[in-house]
């Protein structure tokens, strides 16, 4: 019985290790002011490494600074691709789950 409770004890653990891990690397999207969090995507049309917020859909092009006077909107941004801006044209590579 004590190494039942030991074990489910370990297991509580870790899951409260790991969202606090993620957070170090998460962007709060600075547009939606802390509702979105922007990801890691590639757009798997031609491959390209975009950040994406996961709320407002704001998009900043890899290397360019988070910040709210720079970013793309990412429907009008793929739109001359002939992409709709879906979320299943793109491949979330890391970031929320
Ligand atoms: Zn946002």
Request: hydrophobic letters at 40%; aromatic letters at 8%.
């Amino acid at each position: 019985m004590t190494i039942f409770v030991d074990s489910q004890v370990d297991t509580l653990h870790r899951r409260t290790v790991q969202p606090s891990d993620f957070e170090v690397w998460i962007m709060v999207c600075p547009r939606c002011d802390g509702q979105g969090r922007v990801v890691d995507v590639r757009i798997l049309a031609t491959h390209e490494h975009v950040r994406l917020c996961d709320e407002c859909d704001a998009m900043w092009p890899d290397g360019t600074d988070l910040s709210i006077t720079n970013f793309v909107d990412f429907t009008t941004y793929v739109k001359p691709l002939g992409l709709q801006g879906l979320w299943s044209e793109i491949e979330v590579v890391a970031g929320t789950d």
